[in-house]
Each structure stands twice: as C-alpha cells, then as structure tokens.
C-alpha cells in the first residue's frame, strides 16, 4: 500500500497520476490523497467552513488519519508514504510524527527551504 500525498498547495495529481502511476499499480494499490479543499473532494465539501482547517498541521494530520484507516481497512502493519513537491512538507511531517505508521517515506521534488527555492526559481526565469 502507498499512500501519495500531492503536491500544490491544492494542485493534486488525480487527472495525470495515470500516465507514471499505472506501472506502480502493477505491484501496489495506491491511495491519493487529495488535501482539504482540493481535488476530487473540493466541491463534495462547504469549502468556505473548511477555512480555517486550512494549515500544515491539519493536514498532517489528516495524511495520519488515512494512514491508519488504511492499515485497518486492508489489514496491514505500515504503508509507504510518498510526497510530491508540496506534499513532501505534510507527508515529511507525518512520518516523523508517527512513524509507526509507515514502513518508508519517499520524497519526490522534496522541499527543504521554501524561501531558497522561490527565490532560485526566479533568478532562473528572469535573468538579471
């Protein structure tokens, strides 16, 4: 079992996951996890009451919750944690906050420092 956690804030994968997750499938089931307020979950939620849920801690939170649901409902003992950009920050938090929870975490596009990383991004795409 993999529980993927997507990137964004608010920017899951759902619509393209297929094109390099379908391999995957071949050996795991795969859990995508889309984040209050985003994904497939956003118009079957009162987005404007989920306001101010609306923080890391949440979500951490949130990404445990599922963790455990999904170790009860398929009867495992860990699942492996994945994060994609943004979802490195929740899903990193997560496994260090239970890591009874997951056998491994792999961070893909794994964010470290915000700050660096916007201002790198932009001297890149404006040359000064």
Same mark, same amino acid.
């Given at each position: ?10 920017? #899951? ?85 239970? #890591? ?29």
């Amino acid at each position: 079992m993999i529980l993927f956690v997507h990137g964004g804030p608010a920017s #899951p994968l759902s619509p393209v996951m297929w094109m390099f997750q379908r391999p995957i499938e071949e050996y795991f089931t795969v859990v995508n996890y889309d984040q209050r307020a985003s994904g497939k979950t956003y118009h079957a939620n009162d987005t404007l009451s989920l306001k101010n849920t609306i923080h890391i801690s949440q979500y951490v939170d949130d990404a445990i919750e599922l963790a455990e649901l999904i170790k009860a409902k398929y009867k495992k003992k860990k699942v492996l944690l994945i994060g994609h950009s943004w979802g490195t920050i929740i899903s990193m938090r997560a496994g260090l906050k239970r #890591p009874d929870l997951f056998y491994a975490y792999v961070g893909i596009g794994q964010v470290i420092n915000t700050r660096d990383n916007e201002r790198l991004s932009v001297d890149f795409a404006v040359p000064g």
